[in-house]
């Protein structure tokens, strides 16, 4: 695309997109790590992770008060008017991975206290899948690729048929298990946590594909492939499997 | 996938227009300035046509009511129409077309004459009027649609040169109305207006759009995105691309336009 004749204008827009990029990257290294601290049952991790949530908070601010300006000062159209915007909801929705993140985090740090018990191994594929997820997607940002925003889009439907395992293999852990049932309802939890990040980065995608192409993905013509809030889960179903 | 812009693709517009240009060139001299433009303009909708100086805009604007009859080494070929009619037949006469296709200028241009008379002079040369309490009304009527009555009802035998400069150019908009025409043409009627009084003049072009097919060249494009229903953007004196405003100004097709109204180097 063509630079602005304005090189002020540019030098905003870029400031901007900084702060997306920096942001997406720091979500990643949150999930990275909260996983980490999960699978070490490692608490000085897990509260490094806790803390580290306040700078994703202040970016998020910084990108708004950063998004506000261009507004009042350029007032945006077309190609500009959509990164702006898209900018906000994304900035809003990275937030939000982190607060995912966090509360694994948090999590990790209560089921520590009860001793180690073994992580169900779905978490760690479902954890690798979201990380992919915002990976590519920050790289379908930064380099404006509208076929890799669309590909992460269509990946969330693999990661919330995890999801669905997860649930089941830790319901059936459960089952097995009754002592163990408050730290595997935090696994239960943390599977949640990490099929919401997912479903954030696939939002992202929407807006990465709009601000490139000016085509709205319809949330509708997203399958939904999460079950867990809509099935019930019984000893006699689990063992159909 | 289902695509909004699509759709707005996909509708073909069934409405008949009020005005029609086909395939419509301009020539200076050797100067080719517009070059084969096709638009409708309709009833109830705002049009703006935007496009860097030069592009043709205000050239093929001119045609739409014959001004450019008047300089001599113009030429116009293609096809205009109005209610279907073509306005470039030798049977049309030009002072009545001009009443039905009214302009406003970039300057406002009031005579120097009162207020009063500025907005009856129409009506009385197009024998609007029997009466002197018939034309009063016209005038009232005018004067109210065009938002100035309240401003100017006590001082109707002021010069109309005493007015501010918003002032004048709504006294403008109101004389172009007075002869009842259902075109409106206006060459940047605001680029010479404060904010307030810019602002009051969009306010009018909304109020009237309910009433006439109203075409407006401007080069802000925060007006043209704020009173158009639909935008046109010239180039080189080839229209680029038409289509919704809010299509344009949110996700324009042509590299062109978005170049353009984004302030890029093209």
Excluded at chain 1, 189 to 198: D, F, Q, S, T, V
Aim: with cysteine.
């Amino acid at each position: 695309m063509n630079d602005h004749i304005v090189k002020a204008y540019d030098h905003e827009l870029r400031d901007l997109r900084a702060i997306v990029s920096r942001m997406g990257g720091l979500a990643e290294d949150q999930l990275v790590a909260a996983m980490q601290a999960l699978a070490e049952f490692d608490t000085e991790k897990a509260e490094i992770v806790r803390n580290a949530d306040k700078q994703l908070d202040a970016l998020e601010i910084e990108a708004e008060k950063a998004a506000i300006v261009v507004f009042a000062r350029r007032a945006p159209v077309a190609d500009d008017l959509r990164e702006v915007v898209s900018s906000l909801k994304m900035t809003g929705l990275i937030e939000r991975m982190g607060d995912y993140a966090k509360n694994i985090a948090k999590r990790t740090l209560a089921v520590s206290e009860m001793g180690p018990v073994a992580v169900p191994q779905v978490l760690d594929q479902m954890a690798k899948d979201a990380r992919k997820m915002i990976q590519d997607v920050m790289d379908a940002y930064v380099h404006r690729n509208p076929d890799l925003a669309m590909a992460v889009w269509e990946r969330d439907e693999a990661l919330d048929n995890l999801h669905n395992s997860a649930y089941r293999t830790i319901l059936a852990r459960m089952m097995e298990t009754p002592d163990k049932i408050g730290v595997l309802t935090h696994f239960l939890m943390i599977a949640k946590n990490l099929e919401r990040i997912g479903d954030q980065a696939t939002n992202v995608a929407e807006q990465v594909y709009y601000t490139i192409t000016g085509v709205m993905l319809e949330e509708a013509r997203r399958p939904k492939h999460d079950l867990t809030s809509t099935e019930l889960v019984t000893e006699e179903n689990l063992d159909n499997e | 996938m289902l695509k909004m812009a699509t759709e707005f693709e996909n509708m073909t517009d069934v409405r008949t227009a009020k005005m029609s240009a086909k395939d419509v060139h301009v020539f200076y001299g050797d100067t080719h300035a517009v070059k084969g433009i096709s638009l409708d303009l309709h009833q109830d909708e705002v049009t703006a046509l935007i496009g860097p100086s030069g592009c043709g805009k205000s050239t093929f604007l001119r045609c739409l009511n014959r001004m450019n009859d008047t300089v001599t080494t113009c030429r116009v070929e293609g096809t205009i129409t109005l209610d279907g009619e073509n306005i470039y037949d030798p049977k049309i006469d030009v002072v009545q077309l001009r009443a039905r296709v009214g302009m406003v200028f970039q300057k406002p241009n009031p005579f120097p004459k009162s207020i009063y008379d500025n907005v009856a002079y129409g009506p009385r040369i197009h024998g609007l009027a029997q009466h002197r309490t018939d034309l009063d009304e016209i005038v009232t009527t005018a004067l109210e649609k065009a938002g100035l009555w309240n401003e100017v009802k006590d001082r109707l035998d002021s010069p109309g040169t005493a007015l501010s400069g918003g002032q004048q150019q709504r006294l403008c908009i109101a004389r172009a109305i007075a002869v009842n025409p259902e075109v409106i043409l206006m060459d940047e009627p605001c680029s010479a207006l404060d904010p307030i009084a810019t602002a009051k003049v969009e306010a009018l072009i909304d109020e009237l759009k309910g009433r006439y097919a109203i075409a407006i060249v401007t080069h802000s494009m925060q007006q043209a995105a704020r009173v158009s229903q639909k935008t046109a953007f010239f180039h080189l004196g080839d229209l680029v691309e038409h289509g919704d405003t809010t299509e344009i100004f949110t996700a324009p097709k042509e590299e062109r336009t978005r170049d353009y109204i984004t302030g890029r180097f093209g």
